[in-house]
Structures are given as structure tokens and as C-alpha cells.
């Protein structure tokens, strides 16, 4: 069932809805040719990947989802994983195969996908991306404390201006070296994916078992792997295991710049970067 709706969005065409294994996913998309499925980032919706779609959209179907839960998809209270959603929206949409473009979490799910459909991956592009399984630098875990503290997990707004500081901002920039435009709208979609966080805390969300992380050997397309200058020393050590342990993979040079939503903040090096890897 697919449905067409006025997109809430501020690109692109009309938002379309679609089930998928039981829930309504809702999704942009632009172009024809090879297909692309854009993740967004835990503390984002599909709106992240305003400055990718109509790029893509020269030489590819571009579908830029928003994961159960997340932004305009339902979460019914039913046990799903989110890696089995993007082959189920492959299902749906009648797609063999497709690239795979993931940010942070949305990179999280597309090596899980990978892994557990790989089959149904030709290439994976990760920004900024952890992988399942990976554990937390306690140098990290102190940063977390100095940037955010400890607040509120009910006070959205609260919560989500100590993510952005901590995430969009970055451990290395201050604030106000950072776009004021970019840093509201962040906080605008934190405070929703903080809402959908709360809701799938109570639904039973299923995890690729082995995980990712010693299991990088397995990924047997290309990979692309990125991440801003400016964001976390975890996030840069892991793309560089992800390059050296994927048998395809690539590490691009750090994007100057930007921090962990690299693809909103600088779109331009990210567009030229993901042309000329895309299948």
C-alpha cells in the first residue's frame, strides 16, 4: 500500500507512506536510476538528507526513509528490527538491491542490514557511523558528562539542546562557531527522535546477534566511510577500523568543518563524495 500525503518536509517531492512488516513507514524520493536508501542519524528524521536528495537524484532513485518511529513512520507496539524494515521497504518497493547511505545510527542499520541481507546491499556510505556491539571510550563517556550532564530524560528540549552541543556542535567547536540555523533545526528533530525514543524504549526492538562490530570482515560490497573533522576521537577511530576491516573499504579524508551530522552541515563535499562511489 503506498499513499501520498503533503510532505512536512522543506525538499523534494510529497512525502509517501508505505506499509512495511506491519507499520507505515513514510519516505521522500526523487530521480530514476540505480537506488539509494538514505538512514538518518538517532537524533534526526529523514529531513537530514535535504542537502543529498535532488544531488543523488541526477543519476539515482533516491529514497530518503524515516525509520520506524521516527518522524512521520508509526511504531505499532510489535517486536521488528529495523534492518529487516529496509529490506522490507525494498520488498515493497519492488527494489532488488540497493545502496545503502547511513549517518550515525542510520549507518548503524545499514551495516546490519549488510550483514543480515547482504544479498540485497550493493554499497554501503556511513558518516560519523557506529557500528553494533561497539563499546563507548571512557574518554567519551567523561566528555559526555562535561558537554551534557545529567538532565532530564523527559525534558525534550532540554535533552536535545545537550545533544546537539555534544553531537552537532562537537567536543572541538564552540556554539557560536557553529550555524545558528543549523543548531535549531538540529534541536528541532532531536526533540522528535527524542519522543520516538521514548515510545520504541517500550517495544521490543530486535538486535543483529553476533553484532557488527567483529564481524567487519563479512561486508562484501564497497564501503565508503566518512566522518566530519570536528566530531568525536571514537567516531574517528572507528571509521578507520571500518575501512581497514572491510574488504571494500574506503576512508575518505575527514570532512573539514563538520561535526557528526556531516552530510547537513557540509553537503557539498559529502554530494561530490558519494557521486563518485555510488554504484
Same mark, same amino acid.
Given at each position: 500500500m503506498r499513499l501520498?500525503?503533503?510532505?512536512?518536509?522543506?525538499?523534494?517531492?510529497p512525502m509517501t507512506k508505505i506499509e512495511v512488516n506491519g507499520a507505515i513507514l513514510a519516505y521522500d524520493e526523487a530521480g530514476e536510476g540505480s537506488p539509494v536508501v538514505l538512514?538518518?542519524?538517532?537524533?534526526?528524521?529523514?529531513?537530514?538528507?535535504?542537502?543529498?536528495?535532488?544531488?543523488?537524484?541526477?543519476?539515482?532513485?533516491?529514497?530518503?526513509?524515516?525509520?520506524?518511529?521516527?518522524?512521520?513512520?508509526?511504531?505499532?507496539?510489535?517486536?521488528?528490527?529495523?534492518?529487516d524494515d529496509v529490506v522490507g521497504l525494498l520488498d515493497a518497493l519492488g527494489l532488488p538491491r540497493a545502496a545503502l547511505v547511513g549517518c550515525s545510527f542510520g549507518g548503524r542499520v545499514?551495516?546490519?542490514?549488510?550483514? *543480515?541481507?547482504?544479498?540485497?546491499?550493493?554499497?554501503?556510505?556511513l558518516f560519523g557511523a557506529p557500528v553494533?556491539?561497539?563499546?563507548?571510550?571512557?574518554?567519551?563517556?567523561?566528555?559526555?558528562?562535561?558537554?551534557?550532564?545529567?538532565v532530564d530524560q523527559e525534558?525534550? *528540549?532540554?535533552t536535545a539542546a545537550g545533544e546537539v552541543r555534544f553531537w552537532v556542535v562537537g567536543p572541538t567547536r564552540r556554539p557560536e562557531d557553529v550555524d545558528p540555523e543549523l543548531?535549531?533545526?538540529?534541536e528541532e528533530m532531536d526533540r522528535?527522535?527524542?519522543?520516538?525514543?521514548?515510545?520504541?524504549?517500550?517495544?521490543?526492538?530486535?538486535?543483529l546477534d553476533p553484532p557488527a562490530i567483529d564481524r567487519l570482515g563479512e561486508l562484501r560490497v564497497p564501503v565508503l566511510v566518512g566522518v566530519g573533522a570536528d566530531?568525536?576521537?571514537?567516531?574517528?577511530?572507528?571509521?578507520?577500523?571500518?575501512?581497514?576491516?572491510?574488504?571494500?573499504?574506503?576512508?575518505m579524508p575527514d570532512i573539514p568543518d563538520a561535526a557528526h551530522l556531516a552530510p547537513l552541515e557540509r553537503p557539498e563535499p559529502v554530494n561530490a563524495a558519494l557521486l563518485d562511489f555510488l554504484p
Open positions: 501520498r500525503a503533503p510532505s512536512s518536509g522543506a525538499y523534494g517531492p538512514l538518518h542519524a538517532g537524533i534526526a528524521d529523514r529531513r537530514m538528507w535535504r542537502g543529498q536528495v535532488d544531488a543523488l537524484a541526477a543519476r539515482h532513485r533516491v529514497i530518503a526513509l524515516d525509520l520506524r518511529g521516527y518522524g512521520d513512520s508509526e511504531l505499532p507496539p510489535a517486536p521488528f528490527a529495523h534492518h545499514a551495516v546490519d542490514t549488510a550483514l *543480515t541481507h547482504p544479498d540485497r546491499v550493493s554499497a554501503l556510505a553494533s556491539g561497539y563499546e563507548w571510550s571512557e574518554e567519551t563517556e567523561q566528555l559526555w558528562e562535561e558537554l551534557v550532564g545529567d525534558d525534550f *528540549t532540554a543548531i535549531r533545526f538540529a522528535r527522535a527524542l519522543a520516538a525514543e521514548l515510545a520504541l524504549s517500550a517495544v521490543e526492538v530486535g538486535e566530531d568525536l576521537a571514537d567516531i574517528r577511530r572507528l571509521a578507520d577500523r571500518i575501512a581497514d576491516e572491510a574488504p571494500g573499504g574506503v576512508r
